[in-house]
Nanobody, 117 residues
Framework: QMQLVESGGGLVEAGGSMRLSCRRS????????MAWYRQTPGKERELVASDSGDGAPKYSDSVKGRFTISRDISKRMTYLQMNSLKPEDTAVYYC???????????WGRGVQVTVSS
């Protein structure tokens, strides 16, 4: 079972930057689409950014122009660079992988990102 481990969360002031990292424990046949989600209490998990590795990354409207997803496939790492952070970006951020072959989903445990005003 592939595992995802996030790192890089914490507390930052509004307007600041933070980079989240996600390490995959292994590669799987056919590759994966990597994504970042976030969730706040009482709300559904929200897709923030996704990267298939062979096309343009996609972003939610709320983070477009501020966040950047990137991958280092050789190291099985995925990053989320977050700039111009806002208090409304405060959430638990989850790394997600979806198999390109059978669409199995894998989740990390999540990291807390808190943006103070």
């Amino acid at each position: 079972q592939m595992q995802l481990v996030e790192s890089g969360g914490g507390l930052v002031e509004a307007g600041g930057s933070m980079r989240l990292s996600c390490r995959r424990s292994e590669s799987i046949f056919g590759g994966v689409l990597m994504a970042w989600y976030r969730q706040t209490p009482g709300k559904e998990r929200e897709l923030v950014a996704s990267d298939s590795g062979d096309g343009a990354p996609k972003y939610s409207d709320s983070v477009k122009g501020r966040f950047t997803i990137s991958r280092d496939i050789s190291k099985r790492m995925t990053y989320l660079q977050m700039n111009s952070l806002k208090p409304e970006d405060t959430a638990v951020y989850y790394c997600n992988a979806k198999s390109n072959i059978d669409h199995r989903l894998f989740w990390g445990r999540g990291v807390q990102v808190t943006v103070s005003s």
